[in-house]
């Protein structure tokens, strides 16, 4: 595993790498001479030394925290930019008992304060059936452990391109192709506002498994955004007279042209609605709340003041019809329309919303020649390029040669005349 750009970090998790290439004592004396204070390792922890991450120290300070059999859990430090994060190297044993201290000690990781936090590796288990391809179908029991920990701990697999099947069993006779290498992240990480994306290239010659490169780096810079309609806006009482004041404007022109026209100036109207009565939703609904409670709580110590009393009522639809509103617009931003109406609005409807933003986000696209663009400039060309070649050129046609008819058999004015009589029987 790579986090190349900015961040430089190696991490190879693989047994078969170290014993066809490096003998024991022959891969510590390499570490010890070369990568004495910027690698560690869990070689000292389990046979067959299983997990190596080296980093450079010019560029990121690594820390481990944790070493254990199956895991390296490290606290990574950007120097510049400032910034840091977790990051959990992994290798998953063959079998499903001993793959459960990996479920069992993430999740005691995840448990702690929240902090942006990538989970990568050979984890030798995939999280569904669609995930293996060819030999035996793996079953509920073998896929609950990896599934309920990502569920429990909000993990999410980060944007990925090249190959889906990340292991491949060398068997001709027997082949099987399995995604047991994937990386994660959590919740917090996609509050940071960062991104980031994972390639797999081919498996090659020295290893089954696909080499996986993690690229960090923020979000592209955002385009201005389509207009839309917000379903919060029906419910404000002025609503109606917004667009009916913009709908009865007089047009001069086809129908068509009036209802462009009408429809242009009705969307500006709106704009100015929502920034007017909508704008930082989740500001005015806290504000409001916090206006209803303070006057609460100066009516406590003030029983007798009449004018407190009765802005109560006020203060308490405003925070209300705020309320619904931040619902509403978290509910179509999330686009949980299935949610029963009761429910509302808490931290899950920031992450789905989140979420959604990530997921449908491209932060890299793979090239015909075996390339990987990360540029959205590049991305949105190459998508333009793609189309085209699909969709073909302009072409000039041949004119119609009329002499070619002339070529074959040619109908008789009879022969026209009694296909007409035949037509009008058939009728």
Not at 216 to 239: E, G, L, S
Not at 273 to 301: C, G, M, P, V, W
């Amino acid at each position: 595993m790579w986090l190349p750009t900015s961040l430089k970090i190696t991490g190879f998790a693989s047994w078969a790498f170290w014993r066809q290439s490096l003998h024991n004592h022959q891969s510590r004396r390499f570490l010890a001479a070369h990568f004495r204070d910027d690698a560690t390792n869990n070689f000292d922890t389990i046979a067959g030394e299983r997990i190596l991450v080296i980093w450079d120290p010019a560029v990121i300070d690594l820390q481990p925290v944790d070493i254990w059999p199956q895991v390296i859990h490290c606290r990574a430090t950007n120097k510049s930019p400032q910034l840091s994060f977790y990051i959990s190297f992994t290798y998953g044993l063959y079998f499903v008992v001993n793959r459960r201290s990996i479920w069992e000690k993430l999740s005691d990781l995840g448990l702690a304060p929240s902090m942006p936090w990538l989970i990568m590796g050979d984890f030798n288990c995939v999280k569904s059936p669609k995930e293996k391809q060819l030999g035996v179908a793996p079953t509920l029991y073998e896929l609950k452990g990896f599934v309920n920990y990502c569920v429990a701990l909000g993990l999410l697999d980060v944007p990925t391109t090249g190959c889906y099947y990340t292991w491949y069993s060398n068997n001709e006779s027997n082949p099987v192709w399995c995604k047991l290498d994937r990386v994660l992240y959590n919740n917090e990480w996609l509050q940071a506002g960062l991104y980031c994306s994972a390639h797999f290239n081919p498996p090659g010659c020295l290893s089954d498994h696909s080499p996986g490169i993690v690229s960090i780096f923020d979000h592209a810079p955002t385009k201005p955004k389509p207009f839309r309609f917000f379903n919060m806006w029906a419910d404000h009482p002025n609503f109606l007279a917004t667009v009916e004041a913009r709908w009865n404007l007089s047009v001069e022109g086809t129908p068509q042209f009036s209802l462009c026209r009408r429809l242009k100036a009705l969307k500006g109207a709106l704009k100015a609605f929502n920034q007017q009565h909508y704008s930082h939703i989740s500001t005015r609904a806290k504000e409001a709340e916090q206006a209803l409670q303070d006057a609460q709580s100066q009516l406590e110590s003030n029983l007798g003041d009449v004018a407190l009393r009765d802005s109560l009522g006020d203060l308490r639809r405003k925070a209300v019809f705020l309320a619904e509103a931040e619902r509403h617009f978290f509910y179509q931003k999330a686009k949980i329309h299935f949610l029963k109406e009761r429910d509302r609005n808490t931290k899950f409807f920031h992450d789905i919303m989140k979420r959604n933003v990530t997921r449908n986000s491209i932060g890299a696209v793979p090239r015909a020649d075996g390339t990987v663009i990360t540029a959205a400039e590049d991305i949105a060309q190459e998508f333009v390029d793609y189309y085209k070649s699909l969709l073909g050129t302009e072409a000039h046609t041949l004119p119609v040669d009329n002499g070619v008819f002339e070529w074959g058999l040619i109908l008789s004015p009879e022969h026209t005349g009694s296909f007409a009589w035949q037509s009008r029987r058939w009728r």
